[in-house]
């Protein structure tokens, strides 16, 4: 009488089988998968690579940059293999592979012609990192997110345009760095109406203080005189409330704080004839200012 097999040992079976493949797999005894890539040379490599960035197929095209870099690591190739894999991953939504990217260019080709594309693309990725798809089609308010991305890409772009003052990305990351120090001040000011809001008189005061001495000259410095002036009348020092009011009305005597009004954000530059100057303030969502492609560094 034949005994029939129970259904435990035959998944031991087929585990056992399992095993055995990939044992004999990890030690090379089966075929290999070829690579399809395996042949390429640098120039093919780069331009494939190169050409599925521009169709949007940025998963690809990191891969086949990795590559380039992994087999090619000395050379122009390479080089750009890291900055194109850089844009291709903030592209991508990666944004900390974008960062790490633009930082080892950085570190590794300091004295490099195009290190200044670097810094600006590391600004470009720490500026929108917090803002979210919605944020490649509206420009949102910043001033509503931690300032830790707004600190990092003003340093960024900082960097660049002190070391690189001829730069084609010059104009373009002075006119973000006015952005974010208006969002950077905005952000104090925002937290010193919560601490307002809800009692903390004390630390409203001190918070609109901040925007004051950090960020001269933004528009959210109106706002924050506003705050102070009130904070010290509710703790009951009279004479800083006073001497608030008189600072306000002195800078700002248009004030809707001063002679009533609406009030529009800081960020919406139309419509204000008075902000005509302060309309280049705005960047368009790219950023990309330059007179030629961005992947383009040759003359």
């Not at 601490?195 to 918070?207: D, I, V």
Request: positive net charge; aromatic residues 16%; contains cysteine.
């Amino acid at each position: 009488m034949k005994r029939s097999i129970s259904m435990p040992s035959f998944f031991r079976a087929g585990f056992i089988v399992a095993c055995v493949a990939m044992f004999l797999a990890g030690c090379g005894l089966l075929p290999e998968v070829k690579e399809e890539t395996a042949s390429w040379s640098a120039d093919r490599l780069y331009k494939t690579a190169h050409d599925t960035m521009l169709q949007g197929n940025y998963i690809r095209a990191i891969k086949l940059f990795d590559q380039l870099e992994a087999r090619f690591p000395y050379g122009r190739y390479a080089q750009q293999a890291i900055l194109e894999s850089a844009y291709a991953n903030w592209r991508g939504g990666e944004q900390a592979a974008a960062i790490a990217a633009t930082e080892r260019f950085i570190r590794t080709y300091p004295n490099h012609p195009n290190v200044d594309y670097a810094y600006y693309l590391k600004g470009l990725v720490h500026f929108r990192e917090d803002q979210g798809i919605l944020g490649y089609v509206y420009e949102l308010d910043l001033a509503e997110r931690d300032p830790k991305e707004m600190r990092a890409s003003f340093a960024a772009f900082k960097e660049l345009t002190t070391r690189f003052a001829d730069s084609q990305y010059y104009q373009d990351s002075i006119a973000r760095m006015r952005y974010l120090n208006n969002a950077m001040s905005a952000y104090e000011v925002n937290v010193a109406n919560y601490y307002y809001r809800r009692g903390a008189f004390l630390a409203a005061a001190n918070r609109a203080q901040a925007s004051l001495v950090n960020f001269p000259q933004t528009a959210a410095n109106e706002r924050a005189l506003d705050i102070m002036k009130n904070s010290f009348q509710k703790l009951g020092l009279e004479q800083l409330s006073v001497d608030s009011k008189q600072i306000l009305a002195k800078t700002y005597p248009q004030s809707k704080y001063v002679v009533g009004g609406a009030e529009k954000p800081w960020w919406n530059f139309w419509g204000r004839e008075a902000d005509r100057e302060s309309r280049s303030y705005a960047v368009t969502p790219t950023g990309q200012l330059a007179t030629k492609p961005w992947w383009q560094f040759w003359d």
